[in-house]
């Protein structure tokens, strides 16, 4: 069965636990266990009081599936996925208003996702099925591998061009996210050297190739994926099903420390629902945090039965159970505060 008919089915489910593997994107019923270990909470990472928002609803934000928000450096564009033949998208902000958005110059034709602009803004990355060899006339590749575009004098993207070997070539990879340095992480399943159903790798820039991925020693038997790092590489929001979490699939936080990671601590209720929160982002100022959730207005059961007018406008309204991008704000204060209860040096410091 091909991934887009996969995905047309199990997206239908609700209550679902999100995780990729053997090429494909799986969304999979879950079941709440009672009894269900509490996750250690990061103390205060979103703002008091702040609770998750719709991102731009009505324009980014809409009936559709739609994941994976990354940012230019000056916040005035958007890039994100939509749909179940996943394509990327992108919207411009003018004043406080964001644009009808728009197929990107370089998706469009083959399964593109994930997409992640580079600190400098002078990149694309993302993920694709378009055939290794570039050829437009070939077949859809069998994996999903990284592939970025470059932006060019006068601002228009190049081709798409794919990283290569060692990190394409071994299996589908899935979420790029680059620091300022060149690093380049990034989750797989089964891959040499991981230890559960999905790890998080990361590859160094060597000055003309990438070094052998790495895994990050945070990794479980569990699923660890989907990891935004921040431009210095001093922290890092992923999401994993250890156990302890909230729902179906939760964001942790870990911070650099030296060679390693601090041990990832669950952001929190503020944040996390019952169902499945994933994708994470941070605008460029560092100062909002943007993920991606299945959660429904209603846990569960509805408050009241609807009728078929009621069950329309349900399904076509902006928090149907499709995968829907939120924001909230983050407590910087707190964010430092954690990092010296991780004890890692703030940055700068």
């Not at 996702?113 to 580079?118: A, I, N, Q």
């Given at each position: 069965m091909k991934a887009a008919r996969i995905?047309?089915?199990?997206?239908?489910?609700a209550g679902?636990?999100?995780m990729r593997c053997a090429g494909l994107s799986l969304l999979l019923?879950?079941?709440?266990?009672?009894?269900?270990?509490?996750?250690?909470?990061?103390?205060g990472v979103t703002s008091s009081g702040a609770t998750p928002v719709l991102f731009a609803a009505g324009t980014v934000s809409t009936m559709f599936p739609e994941w994976n928000t990354s940012f230019t450096p000056d916040g005035r564009k958007v890039f994100f996925s939509r749909g179940l033949f996943w394509t990327i998208m992108v919207s411009t902000r003018v004043g406080t208003v964001w644009s009808a958005p728009e197929v990107a110059p370089f998706s469009g034709k083959?399964?593109?996702?994930?997409?992640?602009?580079?600190?400098?803004?002078?990149?694309?990355?993302f993920v694709s099925n378009r055939p290794m060899d570039g050829d437009s006339a070939s077949h859809p590749s069998p994996t999903f591998n990284i592939w970025y575009v470059e932006r060019a004098k006068g601002g228009n993207w190049s081709q798409p061009i794919n990283v290569g070997s060692p990190i394409n070539g071994h299996g589908s990879v899935w979420f790029p996210a680059v620091t300022r340095d060149g690093t380049l992480y990034f989750h797989a399943h089964g891959r040499d050297g991981g230890k559960g159903s999905s790890d998080i790798f990361y590859a160094r820039w060597a000055g003309d190739h990438y070094a052998d991925p790495v895994p990050v020693d945070f990794n479980t038997a569990a699923s660890e994926q989907e990891a935004y790092v921040s431009p210095d590489e001093s922290y890092m929001i992923f999401v994993s099903d250890r156990k302890g979490g909230f729902g179906g699939g939760d964001l942790y936080i870990s911070f650099r420390r030296g060679q390693h990671w601090s041990e990832p601590v669950n952001l929190g209720q503020a944040v996390n629902s019952s169902a499945t929160d994933m994708a994470p982002s941070v605008s460029p100022d560092g100062t909002t945090l943007y993920f991606?959730?299945?959660?429904?207005?209603?846990?569960?059961?509805?408050p009241h039965r609807v009728d078929a007018t009621a069950f329309t406008k349900e399904l076509t309204g902006y928090e149907n159970g499709n995968l829907k991008m939120y924001s909230i704000a983050l407590d910087t204060t707190a964010m430092h505060r954690l990092r010296d209860m991780a004890g890692v040096s703030t940055p700068g410091s």
């Amino acid at each position: 069965m091909k991934a887009a008919r996969i995905n047309a089915l199990t997206r239908m489910f609700a209550g679902r636990k999100y995780m990729r593997c053997a090429g494909l994107s799986l969304l999979l019923v879950v079941i709440p266990r009672s009894g269900r270990a509490q996750a250690t909470a990061a103390p205060g990472v979103t703002s008091s009081g702040a609770t998750p928002v719709l991102f731009a609803a009505g324009t980014v934000s809409t009936m559709f599936p739609e994941w994976n928000t990354s940012f230019t450096p000056d916040g005035r564009k958007v890039f994100f996925s939509r749909g179940l033949f996943w394509t990327i998208m992108v919207s411009t902000r003018v004043g406080t208003v964001w644009s009808a958005p728009e197929v990107a110059p370089f998706s469009g034709k083959w399964m593109d996702t994930d997409p992640f602009v580079s600190p400098d803004g002078r990149r694309v990355y993302f993920v694709s099925n378009r055939p290794m060899d570039g050829d437009s006339a070939s077949h859809p590749s069998p994996t999903f591998n990284i592939w970025y575009v470059e932006r060019a004098k006068g601002g228009n993207w190049s081709q798409p061009i794919n990283v290569g070997s060692p990190i394409n070539g071994h299996g589908s990879v899935w979420f790029p996210a680059v620091t300022r340095d060149g690093t380049l992480y990034f989750h797989a399943h089964g891959r040499d050297g991981g230890k559960g159903s999905s790890d998080i790798f990361y590859a160094r820039w060597a000055g003309d190739h990438y070094a052998d991925p790495v895994p990050v020693d945070f990794n479980t038997a569990a699923s660890e994926q989907e990891a935004y790092v921040s431009p210095d590489e001093s922290y890092m929001i992923f999401v994993s099903d250890r156990k302890g979490g909230f729902g179906g699939g939760d964001l942790y936080i870990s911070f650099r420390r030296g060679q390693h990671w601090s041990e990832p601590v669950n952001l929190g209720q503020a944040v996390n629902s019952s169902a499945t929160d994933m994708a994470p982002s941070v605008s460029p100022d560092g100062t909002t945090l943007y993920f991606t959730s299945v959660r429904l207005p209603f846990r569960g059961v509805r408050p009241h039965r609807v009728d078929a007018t009621a069950f329309t406008k349900e399904l076509t309204g902006y928090e149907n159970g499709n995968l829907k991008m939120y924001s909230i704000a983050l407590d910087t204060t707190a964010m430092h505060r954690l990092r010296d209860m991780a004890g890692v040096s703030t940055p700068g410091s």
